[in-house]
């Protein structure tokens, strides 16, 4: 089975960076996607890390480690817009499927 | 293009009845997911299909059943709705693997009383 991590609720202030970090444990891995999902709303994708190391895409950045099984997301210069649920999912080897975590709730204040 | 579209958006059932959540998508896209959604849970997934005529159990398939006839349409069955599965239905599709994000349906919001 796969087994993912995530902290479940953070505050930050606009204008600021946060982390978002994610674990897991899988046999097979094949890929860690990164979703955002607003209030209410459906989740849509953010970013892909299959290799290690650091994808930018502007204000957001997705690092992955997988000998270490972690992952983190990074926003920079926050808006009151980012205020969603941040969720890691990981695919393995075989499927297409995805395991999500429990998804972290980033609650942007100005 | 629509996407992934789902319906209805909203729906409220009595323990016992059965009903359909529909999901249809208009991206040419061979897999297929169905996914619930409870507070404090994240996303599980219930059935998938890698393609028309194929379908698999996911991680919490009871009381659920699917089909799929076209590659388009991924219907969700309730066979005899439980308390247990008031929940946010989503569907999601994608073309396949590789760099193959997921795209989610609206999304059905269920209560069973």
């Known amino acids: 089975g796969q087994n993912i991590d995530q902290p479940t609720e953070m505050t930050a202030t606009e204008g600021a960076i946060v982390q978002i970090n994610c674990t897991y444990q899988t046999s097979g891995f094949n890929g860690l996607f990164w979703y955002q999902q607003h209030a209410g709303e459906a989740p849509t994708f953010l970013s892909y890390?299959?290799?290690?190391g650091l994808e930018e895409k502007g204000r957001f950045s997705s690092f992955l480690s997988r000998s270490k099984g972690y992952s983190y997301l990074l926003l920079k210069e926050l808006q009151m817009k980012d205020s969603a649920s941040y969720l890691c999912?990981?695919?393995?080897?075989?499927?297409?499927?995805?395991?999500f975590g429990k998804g972290n709730q980033v609650v942007v204040i100005p | 293009n629509a996407g992934v579209t789902q319906t209805p958006k909203f729906q409220v059932l009595k323990t016992g009845q059965s009903m359909t959540l529909q999901c249809a998508q208009d991206?040419?896209?061979?897999?297929m997911s169905w996914y619930r959604q409870d507070p404090g849970m994240g996303l599980r997934l219930i059935h998938y299909?890698?393609?028309?005529?194929?379908?698999d159990q996911g991680e919490v398939p009871n009381g659920y059943n699917v089909s799929r006839s076209t590659t388009e349409d991924f219907p969700l069955r309730l066979l005899s709705a439980a308390p247990s599965q008031t929940s946010v239905y989503f569907c999601?599709?994608?073309?396949?693997?590789?760099?193959?994000?997921?795209?989610f349906g609206p999304g059905t919001r269920l209560t069973v009383l």
């Open positions: 991206m040419n896209h061979e897999y």
């Open positions: 999912a990981v695919r393995r080897y075989g499927n297409n499927r995805l395991a």
């Open positions: 299909s890698v393609g028309a005529g194929i379908t």
């Open positions: 890390n299959v290799l290690d």
């Open positions: 999601a599709s994608s073309q396949g693997l590789g760099v193959d994000e997921q795209f």
